[in-house]
């Protein structure tokens, strides 16, 4: 739900931008005040502003990408984030979130090269191995997906998604212990995860 609108808020935020016109953050602040009302369509338009007076002024692209989530407007969100991985090619962040886009689309290869590119800036994102090891499950490369599981797990060993994975793999390979192992950790970690692998290695 959004906030309760305020006139005299969005005055106040067309007026800074009439005195500024020039500025971009002007209008990227009107366009988080339409956002936080869900008057979405508003606050797309107020940020494309922001970008006609600076094609890189990244927050802009950040906020479009998360409406553009929202709305499950995928291709606009990859382009919003190809933008960010433009403007900070040496940012972690970027190439992670085109990563997950790309992963969306289908284009596993694609979110794999993404997600090994935010690893080379940090090394140390979990996240980034989880994802490629499911995008390696999406192709079939059953060997790199474990793989990739057990990367997540080494710097984030408490990481319940990786080794939730981790049973289902173990799971379908027919190693029954070790997707049971995977299940007492979980225990640990998250009761209702656990729950949900131990009906599945009993169902």
Known sequence: MGLKQSPEAIKAFKEAIRTSPDKPRAHYYLGKYYQSLGRY????????????INRDFSP?????AEIYNGQKRINDEKEA???????????????????ITYGKLGRYRDAINAFKRALEINPEIP???YHIGIMYGNLG????????????????????PAHFNMGIFYLNAGQKDAA??????????????????????YK
């Open 41 to 52: 369509k508003e606050a797309i338009e107020s940020y494309q502003a922001a970008l006609r």
């Open 60 to 64: 802009a692209y950040i906020s479009l």
């Open 81 to 99: 984030i190809e933008q960010l991985v433009r403007i900070h090619p040496d940012y972690a962040a970027s190439h992670y979130n085109i990563g």
């Open 127 to 129: 996240g980034a191995h």
């Open 141 to 160: 490369n059953l060997k790199e997906e474990v793989v990739a599981y057990k990367q997540a797990i080494r710097i984030a060993p408490h990481f319940v």
């Open 180 to 201: 049971l192992e995977e299940y007492k950790i979980l225990k640990k970690l998250d009761k209702k995860t656990a729950d949900k692998l131990f009906d599945l290695i």
